[in-house]
């Protein structure tokens, strides 16, 4: 049980914003929302995560809505390179000491020229 | 910075041997480090948790005998594929997380693609 819902695929022009949703409906209080990709044939990267407040790096922001039910990514200049398996994680919270993720189908994004 | 290596990245082997992949973090000291299992067109599947100097704890379905794994430093783990079959044949991804907060975030490897003729 992934216990979150992204929709399957997405397509974003090259130099646009991608926002990525994420529906994580029944997280629990002390719960981080992660965001991972995985290009083809490689290992998953991480991109962000957060609690409660919207968080940015180099790579992305993360909007998480105020009751924390769900979560936008957003790559602000998507290029070819970004095309991936997008993932959100619900996890980190106290009732799993070991932060275990379980991961869901995911978002596939193809960035076009 | 947070770099997981995984060691071989590609095997083929006859049916019946036994793989033994490494998963390295190269780094920093991983206290968990987690397993995956990903067949073609399908998203990761959690295998095991491993802490280092203590047993592995397998998901459910997951045969521990099958797949032996060891976590002997807080920089390595190994998982090896005891008496391997074709049905075996997959993608497999380790994942590391640092000491601190369980909060912090996983860092995977690149991946070890199993083939089992």
């Known amino acids: 049980d992934a216990k979150t819902t992204q929709p399957p695929s997405m397509d974003c022009a090259e130099g646009r914003a991608a926002n990525l949703p994420c529906n994580h409906s029944t997280i629990s209080g002390n719960e981080y929302v992660y965001w991972y990709r995985q290009i083809h044939s490689q290992g998953p990267q991480y991109i962000i995560h957060?609690?409660?407040n919207n968080e940015t790096n180099e790579m992305a922001s993360l909007i998480i809505t105020e009751d924390r039910k769900s979560s936008t990514l957003i790559l602000p200049h998507a290029t070819l390179r970004d095309t991936a398996v997008y993932y959100c994680i619900r996890g980190g919270g106290a009732t799993d000491s070991w932060g275990k993720f379980q991961f869901g189908a995911g978002t596939q994004v193809v960035v076009t020229p | 910075g947070a770099v997981v290596s995984q060691h071989p990245s590609w095997v083929i082997c006859k049916s019946g041997t036994s793989v033994k992949i490494e998963c390295r973090s190269l780094?920093?000291?991983?206290?968990?480090m987690f397993w995956y299992r990903q067949f073609p067109k399908q998203s990761l599947m959690l295998m095991a948790t491993?802490?280092?100097?203590?047993?592995?704890?397998?998901e459910q379905g997951v045969e521990k005998d099958k797949f032996l794994i060891n976590h002997a430093s807080l920089t390595l783990s190994t998982l090896t594929v005891t008496s391997a079959h074709p049905e075996d044949s997959s993608f497999y991804i380790c994942s590391a997380r640092a000491q601190g907060p369980r909060n912090q975030p996983q860092h995977f490897g690149d991946g070890t693609r199993l083939s089992i003729l």
């Open positions: 491993s802490n280092e100097g203590s047993k592995a704890t397998y």
């Open positions: 957060g609690l409660k």
């Open positions: 780094d920093f000291q991983a206290t968990t």
